[in-house]
């Protein structure tokens, strides 16, 4: 069973930095394409970060340069690190994994974590 947990999320002051962790069971980090969706109230869900398991990273052009997305294939987790976060950060972040082991984009079918709330205020 494939599950994703998600953790670090919380409410900050513009400018501020948190960390996200998404602790990953049932696929394994190093092989899967790992990636960051957030959805703030009335938009849809946006990709965030993805990261291939052959090592390239991919940002939305609104996060390049501010967020940082790893992972720590011993502990089977994956992070997110979000600098300097805009009141337009706010929204619920979700962890995912391709269905499919190997590059990133060969299925477009993912496994989904619960989400964790990020809350920015100017």
């Known amino acids: 069973q494939v599950q994703l947990v998600e953790s670090g999320g919380g409410s900050v002051q513009a400018g501020e930095s948190l960390r996200l962790s998404c602790a990953v069971s049932g696929v394994t980090t190093s092989n899967h394409c790992m990636r960051w969706f957030r959805q703030a109230p009335g938009k849809e869900r946006e990709g965030v970060a993805s990261?291939?398991?052959?090592?390239?990273?991919r940002y939305a052009d609104s996060v390049e340069g501010r967020y940082t997305i790893s992972k720590d294939n011993a502990k089977n987790t994956l992070y997110l690190q979000m600098n300097s976060l805009k009141p337009e950060d706010t929204a619920m972040y979700y962890c995912?994994?391709?269905?499919?082991?190997?590059?990133?984009?060969?299925?477009?079918?993912?496994?989904w974590g619960q989400g964790t709330q990020v809350t920015v205020s100017s």
């Open positions: 990261l291939d398991p052959y090592g390239p990273t």
């Open positions: 995912a994994a391709d269905f499919f082991a190997g590059p990133c984009g060969r299925s477009g079918r993912y496994y």
